[in-house]
């Protein structure tokens, strides 16, 4: 979860941001972030197809302001660094479906087999004012729940993992969640089963990270961490 240097740590947070870019996971918005013991790793205020391992920003996780160049909604990440001490990375993007389940949804239920990695079910953050506060963010923090993931309604979704490129599988696994809903919630289907999430649960720390390296070698940004 933690790098053995920030060098290396700034290099993922780099590749996993111009992943979603190239996986359509983002527009111009959009950042990752890291933990890196007391410090957060996250990309700036830009483009994430343009972002290097030299642009990243280093934040205190227990900052009180933000350094100039930095995202007004680090105050999400650092909210959840603070509430879920084992994660180690985060993505924030805007999947074109998640905009939609959050015009119609409080929550969704896993709609296959992979969704069940999200958490039991993915919860809709009620309010579309951007989270540019620190109290925004600890409210944002408290309504995740025990998800990995959550739709903010109006402004994309938030995902959680263990470290940049598998923040992105995560990201990238509530996309298609958020698709598939759309696609199936005014049909008769057959709901997952407790078991069947359970199971699908128990191989997620094998199975996402491997999803994870899939998609940065499909977006081509797979670098030697240096």
């Not at 650092?78 to 074109?96: C, H, K, N, S, V």
């Not at 998640?98 to 309010?127: E, F, K, N």
């Not at 993931?149 to 599988?169: E, F, K, Q, S």
Request: glycine share 6%; with cysteine; proline share 6%.
């Amino acid at each position: 979860m933690y790098s053995s240097t920030a060098r290396s740590l700034d290099v993922q947070v780099a590749d996993a941001a111009r992943a979603m870019a190239a996986l359509g996971l983002v527009d111009a918005f959009g950042h990752v972030s890291a933990r890196d013991f007391d410090h957060m790793v996250i990309t700036p205020a830009a483009d994430l197809e343009t972002v290097e391992a030299s642009n990243c920003l280093r934040v205190p996780l227990n900052a009180t302001s933000l350094p100039s160049g930095s995202p007004a909604e680090a105050w999400a990440h650092l909210a959840l660094y603070d509430r879920f001490p084992a994660t180690g990375a985060i993505a924030r993007a805007q999947p074109a479906a998640s905009l939609a389940v959050g015009m119609l949804a409080d929550r969704i239920a896993p709609t296959h087999g992979q969704a069940c990695w999200l958490g039991d079910s993915v919860p809709v953050y009620p309010s579309a004012l951007l989270v540019r506060e620190a109290d925004r963010g600890r409210r944002l923090a408290e309504a995740i729940g025990s998800s990995d993931a959550m739709i903010l309604r109006g402004n994309g979704a938030i995902a959680m993992a263990g470290d940049p490129a598998t923040a992105v599988a995560t990201m990238s696994v509530l996309a298609a969640a958020c698709a598939v809903w759309l696609q199936t919630r005014d049909q008769p289907v057959a709901a997952m089963s407790v078991e069947e999430i359970r199971s699908w649960q128990a191989v997620k720390p094998e199975l996402l990270p491997r999803l994870g390296a899939h998609l940065l070698r499909k977006a081509g940004t797979t670098r030697p961490t240096r």
